[in-house]
């Protein structure tokens, strides 16, 4: 028996269980391999589209699942929550009592966000980062009336990098068609040396900001916000006004993986082979999507293709045959639509070899976006793209 | 990344090598908040642009570069925080 176990029900597990149970097929009837999915919640959120709640036109029931439903029928399905693993016995726990053996482990936990470690960020600052913080960031905008709109990072990695800069473009687009513009101020404030970490994408970004009027602060790693005097401040010593403060959250990986060894503090982040996504040399665990500490964008689109090659590596394993090289290496592939506001955008594809080139902004690519999110519940989980 | 802490007003490594932009710039500034006035800190990076980066953010954060060293294969950039 081959017991194949997934944490986690986002792009990443799902997708990974729906290829194994596909291709192990013949096994899994035959009752040689089980696949399990387990999740929290057992529902599947598409996160991507949470940004879209606060910009306007995106509904919060429309992103959410049952992960079942999502799921081959071939794979089993827990909901609970981890609380440990434990190498040893190779047993997961659950909060909920239930202890799970696995031969395979397969880790897609994602990130989680931590807003709470900055004072006053809960209170004063604005996220979009889960769908109550993106309802509560358009509120906010539809109630602004112009002002100062700060815009920032507080802390990396963290989801969905060309994110925040999406939304300053979005908004800049929103106040200008409100008649606002010439009543805001905008602030980009980046924790590096550029507007974003790739360089090919901070030159294609930055005379954008310029462009729309957008001030771009370097090095500005957020330290603390006074809500009082309404200023957040870097740990360079910079300080800015706002009137309505928007900041990505820091994220961590989850803590039930420092707690097990497999992860180190404080961070949490899963040290993951880049070719073969192998967990610290452990041959039966692998890591994929937000969980990694790789190099590479926090993003489904990661997952998504990451989950291929931990497919392949463990049907390769339960075969007992050699991984088929071609399947079986990830080579740091990556691709995401970027939108530059006024209802343009273009697309960031790269791997690890080769940094992304953005084509110029047009309609085309903004609408492949529309077109992706809308056709996401029938296309990715399921192994379809 | 490994990270060692010495006694105090001894110099703290961060072997941020293998790491890649922005990464050790990254675990320099986790480690200077970590760290008290005086303290050093030698942030070891096989990645070339930190060489560029790093001072870039000591100069602009108000702290003092004491200097890089080319090692075998990393550069080692020895920075003191000085508030």
């Known amino acids: 028996m081959n017991r194949i176990l997934i944490l986690g029900g986002g792009v990443g597990g799902t997708l990974t269980a729906n290829l194994l149970a596909r291709k192990l097929r013949r096994r899994v009837k035959a009752g040689g391999v089980t696949i399990t999915v387990v999740d929290q919640s057992g529902r599947h959120t598409y996160q991507p589209g949470f940004m879209y709640i606060a910009m306007g036109g995106e509904r919060a029931d429309r992103l959410e699942r049952p992960e079942r439903t999502l799921l081959d029928p071939r794979v089993g399905l827990v909901v609970g929550t981890v609380t ?32 709470e470690s900055i004072d006053h960020f809960v209170t004063d600052a604005h996220h979009f980062y889960t769908a109550d913080a993106a309802m509560d960031l358009r509120e906010s905008l539809d109630a602004f009336d112009g002002g100062r709109i700060v815009i920032g990072i507080a802390g990396l990695p963290y989801k969905c990098p060309p994110a925040p800069l999406e939304v300053a473009f979005l908004i800049e687009s929103e106040l200008r ?31 954008m900001l310029e462009k729309k009027g957008i001030e771009l602060h370097t090095f500005f790693n957020v330290e603390s916000i006074d809500p009082d005097r309404k200023v957040v401040a870097s740990l360079e010593g910079e300080e800015l006004p706002y009137d309505l403060l928007i900041l990505v959250p820091p994220h961590k990986g989850q803590q039930f993986l420092i707690d097990s060894g497999l992860a180190p503090a404080p961070g949490g982040w899963l040290p993951t082979d880049r070719a073969t996504l192998q967990v610290g040399g452990r041959p039966n665990v692998f890591a994929l999507g937000d969980a990694t500490d790789l190099p590479l964008s926090k993003a489904g689109s990661t997952a998504h293709f990451e989950a291929p090659v931990v497919t392949e590596q463990i049907a390769a394993a339960v075969e007992g045959r050699a991984v088929d090289e071609r399947r079986g290496a990830y080579r740091g592939k990556v691709m995401c639509f970027f939108e530059i506001g006024d209802g343009k955008g273009t697309l960031l594809q790269f791997d690890y070899q080769h940094p992304p080139r953005p084509p110029k902004p047009n309609q085309l690519w903004h609408l492949g976006k529309i077109v992706f999110n809308k056709t996401y519940w029938h296309t990715v989980p399921r192994g379809r793209v | 990344m490994t990270e060692t802490l010495s006694a105090p007003g001894s110099t703290r490594t961060i072997d941020a090598r293998g790491s890649f932009c922005p990464g050790p710039l990254m675990e320099l500034i986790r480690a200077i908040r970590e760290s008290q006035p005086g303290q050093i800190l030698a942030v070891y990076s096989s990645d070339t642009g930190s060489a560029i980066d790093i001072p870039k953010w000591v100069d602009k954060a108000g702290h003092r570069l004491i200097g890089i060293i080319q090692r075998d294969g990393y550069d080692e950039i020895v920075v003191e925080k000085t508030h």
């Open chain 1, 84 to 115: 440990k693993i434990d190498e040893r016995t190779r047993t997961v726990h659950l909060a909920e009592g239930e202890r799970l053996g696995y031969d395979y482990l397969v880790l897609a936990t994602g990130s989680r966000i931590v807003p």
């Open chain 1, 177 to 207: 068609h409100r008649g606002l513009r010439d009543r805001s101020r905008l602030d980009y404030c980046s924790p590096i040396g550029r507007a974003f970490t790739i360089e090919s994408v901070s030159e294609m970004a930055t005379p």
